[in-house]
C-alpha cells in the first residue's frame, strides 16, 4: 500500500509529509483499517496540539482519517514513529 | 456583579456586554464546561467558603518516551536538582514563568488560585512538539536533526504556559482570529520573559521565537521572529501586516500564521515605549478581553487600557499614541473612535 502522512499544527506550525510504501499482510491491513475507524476526540482546550492525517492507497481504493494529538490510536502513532522516525 | 441570570442570555448578547465592559458577561461567556464543572463541584463541596488557593508548586514527569503524561514523577517543588538536565531545565524554567508572573502582575500561578504547574518531558519518541492540554505542559525532545529539546527553551517554557494563563483569563477560542490573538499572547511573553531570563534589552534581544530548537540543519534561525514575521525560516508564511492576512483553513484557520501581524505591531510598540510597559498593557488587555475577540476589538481594548494605565501614570504618556502607530503601520486602525 502507497502511505502518505501529514503532520500540521503544533508549536512549530510547519507542515510535515511523508509518503512512501507500506509493504502489510492481509491481516496486518485489517488491523489498520480497523484502528483508522478509531474516533477522534478533540480536547477543546488543547494548544499547540499536532493534527495528524493518514492516506493509504489499495489498488483502486483509498482509506483515510484524520486526528487531533490526543485521539491519535496507539497502533497509528507507532506506525508513524516506524515510517517517520525508523525510516 | 452577574447574576444566574447571565446564563441564560444568549451568547451574542454576553459578547456585546463584554465590550462594553461588563467583566461578570465576559467571565460567563469564557467559561470552559471544565470550569464550570469544578466552580459546581467547589460550590456543592464547600458552599459558602470560597475556594482555596494552591500554591502553584511544580512538578516534572519524565514520560520515558511513551505516549503518556505522568510516567514517572522525578522532580517537585523544593527538591534538589536531578540526574536528568532535562528535568532541571523544566523545573527551573517552569520557576522563572510562574515568577514573572506573580512579581510582575501579582498572577498567583497560571489560574491565578495557585494551579499547580506540571511538566511532562521526553514525551513520545523523537516528538518534535510541545503542548499546552487545558491542564499541564507536554514537551517532546525533537527528533536531534532539525529539532532539539522543546522543555529547555525559556521562550517556548513560557508559550506553553502563557496558553494556561490566557485559557483562564480571556479564552480566546482556538481559530481563526481570537486563536491568532491567542498565539500572540503565548509569543508575547515567551518574548518577554526569555529577555528578562537573558537580561536583554529590546535593542539587544533576537526578538526570534524558538532559536533554541532548531539545529544547524534546520533550514532557518528559529520559528518565528517577532521583529521580522516571515523570515524566520524556510517554511515561516506569518504576515507582516494585514495586507497579507492569510484566509485560508490550514492550522484552525492560521493561529500560527497571522499572529505576525500583531505580533509585528507589539515589537513596534516596545522599541516605542519599552518592553515593561507593553507587557502591563498587554497583560491588562488580556485581562479586559473574551473568548470571541478579533483583531479590531484587540485593537480598541488595548488603547483604551493604555489609556487607563497613562492616566495612572503607570506606563509611558504616550502608550496610546505609540500602540495606535504601530498598529497602524501592521494595516490596523480603529474603527470606533
Ligand atoms: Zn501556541
Known amino acids: 500500500m502507497k502511505y502518505k502522512i501529514e503532520i500540521t499544527g503544533g508549536f512549530t506550525g510547519i507542515p510535515k509529509s511523508y509518503e512512501g510504501e507500506l509493504p502489510l499482510k492481509g491481516a496486518e491491513k485489517k488491523e489498520l483499517l480497523r484502528t483508522l475507524r478509531s474516533p477522534s476526540v478533540g480536547n477543546e482546550a488543547l494548544r499547540d496540539g499536532q493534527h495528524y492525517s493518514l492516506s493509504f492507497e489499495d489498488g483502486d481504493k483509498t482509506y483515510a482519517a484524520a486526528f487531533a494529538e490526543h485521539s491519535l490510536p496507539r497502533e497509528l502513532r507507532e506506525l508513524i514513529d516506524r515510517l517517520i522516525v525508523s525510516g | 456583579m452577574c447574576t444566574a441570570k447571565c446564563h441564560i442570555v444568549p451568547p451574542h448578547i454576553l459578547e456585546e456586554l463584554a465590550k462594553r465592559g461588563s467583566l461578570s458577561c465576559k467571565r460567563t461567556l469564557n467559561d470552559t464546561g471544565r470550569i464550570r464543572e469544578r466552580r459546581q463541584n467547589a460550590l456543592n463541596y464547600l458552599l459558602s467558603r470560597a475556594q482555596e488557593a494552591g500554591e502553584g508548586k511544580r512538578f516534572v514527569y519524565d514520560c520515558k518516551t511513551q505516549y503518556e503524561q505522568r510516567v514517572a514523577l522525578v522532580r517537585q517543588e523544593g527538591e534538589d536538582p536531578v540526574a536528568d538536565e532535562a528535568a532541571n531545565k523544566a523545573y527551573d524554567t517552569s520557576g522563572f514563568v510562574r515568577d514573572y508572573f506573580r512579581n510582575t502582575f501579582g498572577l498567583n500561578s497560571i489560574d491565578d488560585n495557585g494551579l499547580d504547574i506540571i511538566s511532562n518531558i521526553h514525551y513520545g519518541v523523537a516528538y518534535n512538539n510541545a503542548y499546552w492540554?487545558?491542564?499541564?505542559?507536554?514537551?517532546?525532545?525533537?527528533?536531534?536533526?532539525?529539532?532539539?529539546?522543546?522543555?529547555?527553551?525559556?521562550?517556548?517554557?513560557?508559550?506553553?504556559?502563557?496558553?494556561?494563563?490566557?485559557?483562564?483569563?480571556?479564552?480566546?477560542?482556538?481559530?481563526?482570529?481570537?486563536?491568532?490573538?491567542?498565539?500572540?499572547?503565548?509569543?508575547?511573553?515567551?518574548?518577554?520573559?526569555?529577555?528578562?531570563?537573558?537580561?536583554?534589552?529590546?535593542?539587544?534581544?533576537?526578538?526570534?521565537?524558538?532559536?533554541?530548537?532548531?539545529?544547524?540543519?534546520?533550514?532557518?534561525?528559529?520559528?518565528?521572529?517577532?521583529?521580522?514575521?516571515?523570515?524566520?525560516?524556510?517554511?515561516?508564511?506569518?504576515?507582516?501586516?494585514?495586507?497579507?492576512?492569510?484566509?485560508?483553513?490550514?492550522?484552525?484557520?492560521?493561529?500560527?500564521?497571522?499572529?505576525?501581524?500583531?505580533?509585528?505591531?507589539?515589537?513596534?510598540?516596545?522599541?516605542?515605549?519599552?518592553?515593561?510597559?507593553?507587557?502591563?498593557?498587554?497583560?491588562?488587555?488580556?485581562?479586559?478581553?473574551?473568548?470571541?475577540?478579533?483583531?479590531?476589538?484587540?485593537?480598541?481594548?488595548?488603547?483604551?487600557?493604555?489609556?487607563?494605565?497613562?492616566?495612572?501614570?503607570?506606563?509611558?504618556?504616550?502608550?496610546?499614541?505609540?500602540?495606535?502607530?504601530?498598529?497602524?503601520?501592521?494595516?490596523?486602525?480603529?474603527?470606533?473612535?
Not at chain 2, 134 to 151: H, I, K, P, V
Open chain 2, 133 to 337: 492540554d487545558g491542564d499541564e505542559m507536554t514537551y517532546g525532545d525533537g527528533d536531534g536533526r532539525e529539532f532539539t529539546n522543546f522543555a529547555g527553551a525559556i521562550d517556548v517554557v513560557a508559550h506553553e504556559l502563557a496558553h494556561g494563563v490566557t485559557q483562564f483569563l480571556a479564552n480566546l477560542e482556538y481559530q481563526s482570529q481570537p486563536g491568532a490573538l491567542n498565539e500572540h499572547f503565548s509569543d508575547v511573553f515567551g518574548t518577554v520573559v526569555k529577555q528578562k531570563y537573558l537580561g536583554q534589552d529590546v535593542s539587544e534581544a533576537d526578538w526570534l521565537i524558538g532559536d533554541s530548537v532548531v539545529t544547524e540543519a534546520f533550514p532557518g534561525v528559529a520559528i518565528r521572529s517577532m521583529k521580522a514575521p516571515g523570515t524566520a525560516n524556510d517554511f515561516d508564511t506569518q504576515p507582516d501586516h494585514m495586507d497579507n492576512y492569510y484566509n485560508g483553513t490550514a492550522d484552525n484557520q492560521g493561529v500560527h500564521i497571522n499572529s505576525g501581524i500583531p505580533n509585528k505591531a507589539f515589537y513596534l510598540s516596545c522599541m516605542e515605549i519599552g518592553i515593561d510597559d507593553c507587557a502591563l498593557i498587554w497583560f491588562e488587555t488580556l485581562r479586559a478581553l473574551w473568548r470571541t475577540a478579533n483583531f479590531n476589538d484587540m485593537l480598541e481594548t488595548l488603547v483604551n487600557t493604555a489609556q487607563s494605565l497613562a492616566d495612572e501614570s503607570r506606563v509611558a504618556e504616550n502608550a496610546v499614541e505609540a500602540v495606535t502607530a504601530s498598529f497602524a503601520q501592521v494595516g490596523l486602525t480603529r474603527t470606533v473612535v
